[in-house]
């Protein structure tokens, strides 16, 4: 049994209450930190099982009866709380990104390094059923050698402009998680990026500094070309779709909806919108995931996701940031070096 704390008692953070609770059996929740913990927070937590909850993490930290830590605080904390935890010998499962600092990050992968312990990020959407077909369709060289890749993302409706502004931008706070999908899908890195970008959704969003629609394209190491397109509001729900295309054939992935009923009639032939947000198309994800890390733990297995997996999406999001500043290609190592 792997005794957990979680630090962090928003709405990720229930968000994994839950799949621990619900699914992972060889897991239990010990203890749940929040320097702004709600009484209702407080209750949920008790309800997943939690022993004790605290404002304070660093009474996580000094439990000896805990062995992994889930980070899902502020992302301005998650890589001092990381180093913090490894120095503690925890092992460490951390919602992404990591930072948005590539130095810090790679103070963490020093940190890591020698300890034996486990770290894991928070890519969720790898774990989504539909994404894991489409990447086993590619590994199995069903479709051959990937030469384009295209990703569609677009959120149902904008965050507001207080929350652009301590985000890191739309690359680094959604793009982020197709940063880490293309990676996925043609299983290597990227070399290069070129963003055209602009303000079409909400004029505030510009007004804090940021885009909120955008097509990205990519030039990966095994020569494949990937398109990403974003867009802060899709009127009609969650639109998450992918397709690989290649030598020898083509995959290609549709939105989750509530069902697939298909109305024809007199008026024309409808059927369901995509399911509305992350919370309702990620959720069985999100329970994949927990147990895959506490499953490492108790194996001594790889994480599927580790740390420098976590360097990597960042890397292409300040690339991505470059190549609006500068109207021009960029290559991650520029931003590496």
Known sequence: MVNVGIIGAGRIGQVHMNS???RVPNAKIKAVADPFLSEEADKKAKAAGAEYTTKD????LADKDIDAVIICSSTDTHSP????AIKAGKHVFCEKPIDHDVDKIKEVIKTLEGTGLKYQVGFNRRFDHNFEAAQRAVVNGKIGAPHIIKITSRDPEPPSAEYVKVSGGMFLDMTIHDFDMVRFLAGCDAEEVYVQAANLVDPEIGKAGDVDTAIITLKMENGALAVIDNSRQAVYGYDQ???VFGSKGMVAIKNDSDSTAVISNEDGVTGEKPQFFFLERYMDAYGKE????????ENDTETPLGVEDGLKPVLMGLAAKKS??????VKISEIEF
Request: charged share 30%.
């Open 241 to 243: 779709r992918a397709e």
């Open 57 to 60: 993490y660093k009474d996580i």
């Open 20 to 22: 621990i609770l619900t």
């Open 290 to 297: 927990m147990v895959q890390f506490i499953d490492a733990i």
């Open 81 to 84: 709380i990381s180093i913090e």
């Open 324 to 329: 609006v500043e500068e109207g021009r290609p």
